[in-house]
C-alpha cells in the first residue's frame, strides 16, 4: 500500500504555467494531499488560470486552498470601492489579474461567480496533528482558530515570530526568500521562494522535507 503524501505549495501569483510544471513534478497519487498556502493571483500573467488549476484538481484529489492577502485584497475591492484602488495599484498587481480574465477594464463583473465561490471559501488557517499552515505569520501564544487576518494574511517575518504553544510546526508564505531556498527555523518554514518576483515556485512533502521547485517559466529550477 502507498503512503499518501501531503504538499504544501507556496504562493504562485498568476504562474499557472510554473504551477503545471510543479504539479507534473510531484506527480500526485489519487491519495495525496495538496495544501496551496495563497496568493494564487496578481502580478503573473495568468490569474485565472491558476484559479482553473486549483478547481480542476479538486474534482481530483484532497485540496486544502488557504487564504492569501492578495485574495483578501481582491474580496474587498469587490465590497469596498476605497480598496478598488490599492488592489489596482502597481504594488498589489490587480490590473494584471483583470487582464487574464481578458479585459483591460476595471471591471470586476468579468470575474465568472464560481471563482468568486472559490475565493470566499477559502480557509485562514489548516491544521494536522503536527503541522499548521497559514499564508503569512502567526502569534505564538494565540489559538490558531483566534487569528487575526492582520496577522495572518499581512504580517511579514520581519517580525518573527517565536515557536507556536501548541508544539506543531508552522508552514507559511507571503515573505519572499529572495535566495530561492526555503527559510527553515526548525519550528517554522517559509516556503514562499519568490514566484511573481522573478523567483520560482515551490513544493514541500511535509512529512519527509522533499522539495521540488521550478521557475515561473516552468523549468526545473
Same mark, same amino acid.
Given at each position: 500500500m ?6 504544501a ?11 503545471? =510544471?510543479?504539479?507534473?513534478?510531484? &506527480?500526485?497519487?489519487?491519495e495525496?494531499?495538496? #495544501? ?5 493571483? &496578481?502580478?503573473?500573467?495568468d ?11 479538486? !474534482? ?12 483578501? =485584497?481582491?474580496?474587498? !475591492?469587490?465590497?469596498? &470601492?476605497s480598496?478598488r484602488?490599492?488592489? @489596482? ?6 490590473? !494584471? ?6 479585459t ?6 468579468v470575474?465568472p ?24 505569520n502567526? =502569534? ?10 492582520r496577522t !495572518?494574511?499581512w504580517?511579514?517575518?520581519?517580525e518573527?515570530p ?7 510546526? =508552522?508552514i507559511?508564505?507571503?515573505t519572499p ?11 517554522? @518554514?517559509?516556503?514562499?521562494t519568490?514566484?511573481?518576483f522573478?523567483?520560482c515556485?515551490?513544493a514541500?512533502?511535509v512529512?519527509?522535507?522533499? #522539495?521540488?521547485?521550478v521557475?515561473?517559466?516552468? @523549468?526545473?529550477?
Amino acid at each position: 500500500m502507498v503512503n499518501p503524501r501531503t504538499f504544501a505549495i507556496g504562493d504562485i501569483h498568476g504562474h499557472a504555467r510554473a504551477l503545471d =510544471a510543479l504539479l507534473r513534478a510531484i &506527480d500526485l497519487q489519487p491519495e495525496d494531499t495538496v #495544501i496551496f498556502l495563497g496568493d494564487y493571483l &496578481d502580478r503573473g500573467p495568468d490569474s485565472r488560470g491558476v484559479v482553473e488549476r486549483i478547481l480542476q484538481l479538486q !474534482a481530483r484529489h484532497r485540496v486544502i486552498p488557504l487564504l492569501g492577502n492578495h485574495e483578501a =485584497a481582491l474580496l474587498d !475591492a469587490r465590497d469596498r &470601492d476605497s480598496a478598488r484602488e490599492f488592489w @489596482l495599484s502597481p504594488a498589489c498587481g490587480g490590473l !494584471a489579474t483583470l487582464a487574464s480574465y481578458d479585459t483591460e477594464a476595471v471591471d470586476l463583473g468579468v470575474i465568472p461567480e464560481r471563482h468568486w465561490q472559490f475565493l470566499e471559501q477559502l480557509a485562514l488557517v489548516h491544521e494536522t496533528d503536527s503541522h499548521f499552515f497559514i499564508h503569512a505569520n502567526y =502569534a505564538a501564544n494565540w489559538p490558531l482558530d483566534q487569528h487575526d487576518s492582520r496577522t !495572518a494574511l499581512w504580517l511579514d517575518l520581519r517580525e518573527f515570530p517565536g515557536p507556536h504553544y501548541s508544539g506543531k510546526r =508552522a508552514i507559511v508564505g507571503h515573505t519572499p526568500q529572495s535566495d530561492g531556498c526555503i527559510l527553515d527555523a526548525g519550528y517554522l @518554514l517559509c516556503i514562499d521562494t519568490g514566484c511573481g518576483f522573478g523567483g520560482c515556485l515551490t513544493a514541500l512533502e511535509v512529512d519527509s522535507g522533499e #522539495i521540488w521547485q521550478v521557475s515561473e517559466q516552468g @523549468l526545473s529550477a
